[in-house]
């Protein structure tokens, strides 16, 4: 079982619950297309989860490596960009628009995908394993994940509309490759 605590495996302890994380991703997606939004929701925060023990677990034990700053970036992707996104389609947007502002709630999808893939390869280009910089270059794309759900649960509650929370996928889908300073936990 060294290979748990090896940086140099794939399948060290910490690539495991990023593996968990894209599992969860996945499941996420499942579920989102079978219009079961609160099992998405419950999967996509456990893959939210995942994400945080992951890379404690990676300092705590030394096991940075560039194959698991890829990988992270990929679940990443998967749990902070796609799954948030495509629920918010398939639950605000495919029920409240039709026809050319779906269409615009489409591109204003495509480009927070965009966005997040943008910033996380940027991300990549500049990550050294191992290393922690004090404070973000724009927002990373868990907090753009932690406020696309906001704006769904407040759209849920009806004090926000449909066309508002378009608005607001474009404002931080901007303020993932901004100049905003965010402090690193």
């Given at each position: 079982?060294?290979?748990?605590?090896?940086?140099?495996?794939?399948?060290?302890?910490?690539?495991?619950?990023?593996?968990?994380?894209?599992?969860?991703?996945?499941?996420?997606?499942?579920?989102i297309s079978e219009s079961h939004f609160l099992w998405a929701a419950?999967?996509?925060?456990?893959?939210?989860?995942f994400d945080i023990f992951d890379g404690k677990v990676a300092r705590?034990?030394?096991?940075?490596?560039?194959?698991?700053?890829?990988?992270?970036?990929?679940?990443?992707?998967?749990?902070?960009?796609?799954?948030?996104?495509?629920?918010?389609?398939?639950?605000?947007?495919?029920?409240?628009?039709?026809?050319?502002?779906?269409?615009?709630?489409?591109?204003?999808?495509?480009?927070?995908?965009?966005?997040?893939?943008?910033?996380?390869i940027q991300f990549n280009i500049n990550a050294d394993a191992g290393?922690?910089?004090?404070?973000?270059?724009?927002?990373?794309?868990?907090?753009?994940?932690?406020?696309?759900?906001?704006?769904?649960?407040?759209?849920?509650?009806?004090?926000?509309?449909?066309?508002?929370?378009?608005?607001?996928?474009?404002?931080?889908?901007?303020?993932?490759?901004?100049?905003?300073?965010?402090?690193?936990?």
């Amino acid at each position: 079982m060294k290979f748990l605590y090896s940086s140099k495996s794939h399948f060290n302890l910490a690539n495991l619950i990023t593996f968990s994380n894209i599992a969860a991703g996945l499941i996420a997606t499942y579920f989102i297309s079978e219009s079961h939004f609160l099992w998405a929701a419950l999967f996509a925060w456990m893959g939210g989860a995942f994400d945080i023990f992951d890379g404690k677990v990676a300092r705590k034990y030394n096991l940075s490596s560039e194959f698991g700053i890829q990988l992270d970036s990929f679940a990443d992707f998967l749990s902070f960009v796609l799954v948030p996104v495509f629920f918010i389609f398939q639950a605000i947007y495919t029920n409240s628009f039709s026809g050319f502002w779906l269409f615009l709630a489409g591109i204003a999808s495509i480009y927070y995908v965009i966005s997040g893939l943008r910033r996380l390869i940027q991300f990549n280009i500049n990550a050294d394993a191992g290393e922690v910089e004090k404070y973000f270059t724009g927002v990373p794309t868990p907090l753009g994940a932690i406020l696309l759900w906001v704006a769904y649960l407040i759209n849920y509650t009806s004090l926000l509309s449909a066309t508002s929370v378009v608005i607001l996928m474009i404002i931080f889908a901007w303020s993932l490759n901004s100049k905003i300073k965010v402090p690193h936990p």
